[in-house]
């Protein structure tokens, strides 16, 4: 099976996984898969995506976000609990995030949110039976990416747009990257954040992006040809 172009049905076993999950020690299921003992199978249709080192999920329409381990995702402080930061995500559960879970915290460096803050984190877990847990630091507990994010613009965009724009080398990004200098953090709960150096700047790379949703690669281009001259005028 080609885990790039296979198109996999629900109850499926992904056969290709566990031949993976055999030689490599880690390996990273996303949307759209489980595993069942040593099996692992599809709860989605759609085709079975692929990325190193090791992270697979399917991609499907689907409109509400089910979080997966490893997922980046933004997230809005609706509150907090104790030592505990609530936050939504788009998901059928509310997820948390304590306050140790950001580079340089600790229980008399705490970090300062307040509801309607937007972050920009990764699922720590995520099943059935546990709201998910989020953090702001990677493995070497460095923020990276992560974190608060500060004014800028927030949108909410299809999931399938999410997951699109963060494949390594997409070229969307690549070709507004020509356009004008900008910072974006996208999730793949179909949520985006964009700053560049003016309002008019920032809205015009909003619309651009959300136009790229039933864009083809091909038509890519015109799009962001077309932003520049947006600005120019």
């Known amino acids: 099976m080609d885990s ?10 992904i056969t290709i996984i566990e031949e993976v999950a055999k030689k490599e020690k880690r390996v990273i299921l996303g949307p ?39 997922d980046l995702v933004l997230g809005i402080i609706k509150g907090k609990a104790g030592d505990q930061y609530r936050v ?3 998901s059928a559960d509310i997820a948390s995030i304590s306050y140790l879970a950001f580079e340089a915290a600790t229980k008399k460096n705490r970090p ?9 984190a990764r699922v720590l877990n995520a099943s059935a039976d546990i709201e998910p847990e989020l953090v702001c630091v990677n493995s070497n507990g460095k923020r990276g ?10 949108f909410k965009c299809t999931l399938n747009l999410g997951r699109l724009l963060l494949r390594e080398n997409c070229p969307a990004l690549a ?9 974006i953090a996208i999730g793949v ?12 700047e920032t809205m015009a790379l909003s619309n651009a992006i959300l136009t790229m949703e039933q864009a083809g690669y091909t038509e890519i281009d015109k799009i962001c040809d077309s932003l520049g001259d947006v600005l120019q005028a």
């Open 4 to 13: 790039s172009n296979a198109i996999v049905m629900p109850g499926e076993r």
């Open 112 to 120: 300062d949110l307040n509801p309607g803050d937007i972050i920009y």
């Open 32 to 70: 759209g898969l489980r595993r069942l003992d040593d099996t692992v199978v599809a709860t989605k249709a759609g085709p079975l995506r692929h990325k190193e080192p090791g992270t697979y999920w399917i991609d499907n329409y689907q409109r509400r976000y089910m979080p997966a381990r490893g």
């Open 88 to 90: 939504e995500i788009g």
């Open 175 to 183: 070709a507004l990257t020509r356009e004008l200098p900008y910072e």
């Open 145 to 154: 990416k992560l974190g608060l994010l500060a004014d800028g613009f927030f």
């Open 189 to 200: 709960n179909g949520r985006i954040w964009v700053k560049a150096n003016s309002l008019r």
